[in-house]
Nanobody, 115 residues
Framework: QVQLVESGGGLVQAGGSLRLSCATSRSILSFNAVGWYRQAPGKQRVLVAR???????TYADSVKGRFTISRDNAKNTVYLQMNSLKPEDTAVYSC?????????WGQGTQVTVSS
């Protein structure tokens, strides 16, 4: 059974930074892609950033230039470095790993950005 364990959320002031981590229970290269999604209160969950096994990276327009997704293959961990945080970045951030028709999710971590 695949497990994804997120860490790194918290409370930060606008303009600050946080780094999220997503540790997987098997090689991250065994997934088609690993990514971060977020869901703000009353809104749908949306893609923030993802990285494919080939290394192709996609960002939501709202985070381009501020967030960076990366991975450490040896640690089976994907990171999301979030800089210049804004109050509108406040959400529950969840890690997703996709393997063909299967999607695996972490438990989510809260990120709160105060103004």
């Amino acid at each position: 059974q695949v497990q994804l364990v997120e860490s790194g959320g918290g409370l930060v002031q606008a303009g600050g930074s946080l780094r999220l981590s997503c540790a997987t229970s098997r090689s991250i290269l065994s997934f088609n892609a690993v990514g971060w999604y977020r869901q703000a209160p009353g809104k749908q969950r949306v893609l923030v950033a993802r990285i494919t096994s080939a290394g192709t990276i996609t960002y939501a327009d709202s985070v381009k230039g501020r967030f960076t997704i990366s991975r450490d293959n040896a640690k089976n961990t994907v990171y999301l470095q979030m800089n210049s945080l804004k109050p509108e970045d406040t959400a529950v951030y969840s890690c997703n790993a996709n393997s063909f028709s299967l999607n695996y999710w972490g438990q989510g971590t809260q990120v709160t950005v105060s103004s």
